[in-house]
């Protein structure tokens, strides 16, 4: 079983800047496909970001150019960076891992953006 563990969240006006992390209890990233999602109530999650195990990455049309995904493997850690934000950002943000054998995910991190 692996723990992850997103921090980072938090209130920030629109146009403002935040940088998530998802921490992981063991060093994963070779094995592992590494996503962020969002979800706010009544609607499906939504993926977001991710980063494969062999570093390319994948963005939803809605963050393009604003948000990057990166890992530092000493750290266990993955990190979404969040920039020129806007309200419809608003969500809940989860860190997931998965390969074909397993998926796992964490227990989510709110942003929310003031216009």
């Known amino acids: 079983q692996v723990q992850l563990v997103e921090s980072g969240g938090g209130l920030v006006q629109a146009g403002g800047s935040l940088r998530l992390s998802c921490a992981a209890s063991?060093?994963?990233?070779?094995?592992?496909?590494m996503t962020w999602y969002r979800q706010v109530p009544g609607k499906q999650r939504e993926l977001v970001a991710a980063?494969?195990?062999?570093?390319?990455?994948n963005y939803a049309d809605f963050v393009k150019g604003r948000f990057t995904i990166s890992r530092d493997n000493a750290k266990k850690t993955v990190y979404l960076q969040m920039n020129f934000l806007k309200p419809e950002d608003t969500s809940v943000y989860y860190c997931?891992?998965?390969?074909?054998?397993?998926?796992?995910w964490g227990q989510g991190t709110q942003v929310t953006v003031s216009s």
């Open positions: 997931n891992a998965a390969n074909s054998m397993y998926s796992y």
């Open positions: 063991a060093n994963i990233f070779s094995t592992a496909t």
């Open positions: 980063l494969t195990t062999g570093g390319r990455t």
